[in-house]
């Protein structure tokens, strides 16, 4: 009887160490943040992406904004920048505060107005004034710390926030894929919240989400799986002619849900100026033209016993396996610009390997069918050759 307030008292005691525990390494947000200099701010939002906290004190008889923004996880290679877009949402028209560790060790931290999206971070003054302008950087984590005054502003604002490297004491261009372009949102410095954007961030990337899946789905998978069962399901004699129509079904579905996809991400293209994936472009560019080809090249087909099907087969398989290969390297490049969660680039490799696994298996099982029925015409033709007949068919006696 004794013992149970011992144990009861040790179990409390390892609860609430584990909690403890648990608390300061899952719980580390903006509010549990202590400044070395002993300042401290009436709101702080924990940023959504680039391990961002927004910590800031409004004054709304002055209409002044005290800032400190903290990027952690940043190394002296990088520069760190927070903005206000006073007119739009997104990176264009922002007026920012940029930050870095130059090769001397010192901070130098200045403002920046961005005037379009290549911008190359040149020193200028904002569209409002500021003040208390300063930076330091310690522990992979660089804190801006300034006071902007917002008189001729709204109190729920635009803000920006991004990184990048630095080269010879100058910001580099940040990435243009991943958290880098998702790296804006709304501030409501009078009700202390911050929120994702809306309007044209959400709807573009929708968009890009669309595009993806419409080309994973249509280039990716439907046109290997029409090409699995052009080569593969013709081989059973059953299944002729319903292998062709399942042959051209698939790849116009695909042709179709392709261009979708296609079409799609010229749209995002001309929609961002400023961000190019050259590449993935060209690749998608040639991939259209390609496939389209091979959409006009079924009108002209010849019969069967025509002296050209030889060349229109061999112009009709090479650009249907090209068209492939360049659709699966440019989903994987669409992968490393969107930047999903591990699971989706997962999920289609898989279904590449097990498309690549089933290809395999009927190539083998097409090379048996293919070889067993030339022994059995090759037997056949020795029977009839044995059986009274000379090789052109011709009856054959004793008498010559």
């Not at 028209?93 to 901070?107: D, E, H, L, P, R």
């Not at 004491?169 to 243009?176: K, N």
């Not at 490049?333 to 696994?357: H, N, T, V």
Request: aromatic share 10%; charged share 15%.
């Amino acid at each position: 009887m004794n013992q149970f307030p011992t144990k009861f008292g040790g179990v409390l005691l390892s609860f609430t160490i584990m909690t403890t525990m648990f608390s300061s390494t899952f719980g580390k947000t903006c509010s549990n943040y202590a400044f070395a200099s002993n300042k401290i701010f009436s709101s702080c939002n924990d940023l959504p992406v680039l391990n961002s906290y927004l910590h800031y004190t409004y004054n709304q008889s002055s209409r002044t904004l005290k800032i400190a923004y903290r990027h952690t996880n940043v190394g002296s290679s990088h520069w760190v920048a927070w903005a206000i877009n006073p007119t739009s949402q997104g990176m264009a028209g922002s007026q920012a505060i940029v930050a870095f560790q130059q090769s001397s060790g010192k901070m130098k931290v200045y403002t920046s107005p961005v005037t379009g999206m290549t911008t190359q971070l040149v020193e200028g003054d904002l569209s409002f004034p500021v003040t208390d302008l300063s930076a330091m950087h310690s522990n992979n984590e660089i804190i801006i710390f300034a006071t902007l005054d917002l008189k001729n502003m709204s109190t729920k604002l635009n803000q920006v926030w991004q990184d990048g490297h630095v080269s010879n004491d100058a910001p580099m261009g940040h990435s243009t894929s991943g958290d880098n372009i998702k790296s804006m949102g709304t501030l409501n410095v009078l009700k202390g919240q911050s929120g994702s954007a809306q309007g044209s961030g959400s709807t573009k990337t929708k968009k890009r989400n669309i595009h993806g899946i419409l080309n994973a789905v249509g280039w990716g998978i439907m046109m290997p799986l029409g090409a699995i069962m052009a080569r593969y399901v013709r081989v059973f004699e059953s299944l002729d002619p319903a292998w062709f129509y399942l042959h051209v079904t698939c790849q116009t579905s695909a042709y179709i849900i392709g261009v979708a996809g296609w079409a799609t991400g010229i749209r995002l293209g001309s929609q961002s100026p400023g961000i190019q994936f050259t590449t993935h472009r060209i690749i998608g560019i040639i991939l259209f033209c390609v496939a389209t080809l091979q959409v006009v090249a079924l009108l002209v087909r010849p019969r069967k016993d025509h002296k050209y099907r030889i060349y229109w087969n061999i112009y009709h398989h090479s650009l249907g396996y090209g068209i492939i290969v360049l659709a699966i390297i440019n989903i994987f490049k669409g992968f490393d610009i969107l930047q999903p969660e591990k699971k989706w680039k997962r999920s289609y490799g898989g279904i590449i390997i097990m498309l690549a696994i089933i290809a395999v298996v009927l190539e083998a099982y097409t090379w048996f069918v293919v070889l067993k029925r030339k022994k059995a015409s090759k037997s056949e033709k020795m029977s009839n050759g044995s059986n009274g007949h000379n090789g052109y068919g011709v009856a054959t006696n004793s008498r010559g």
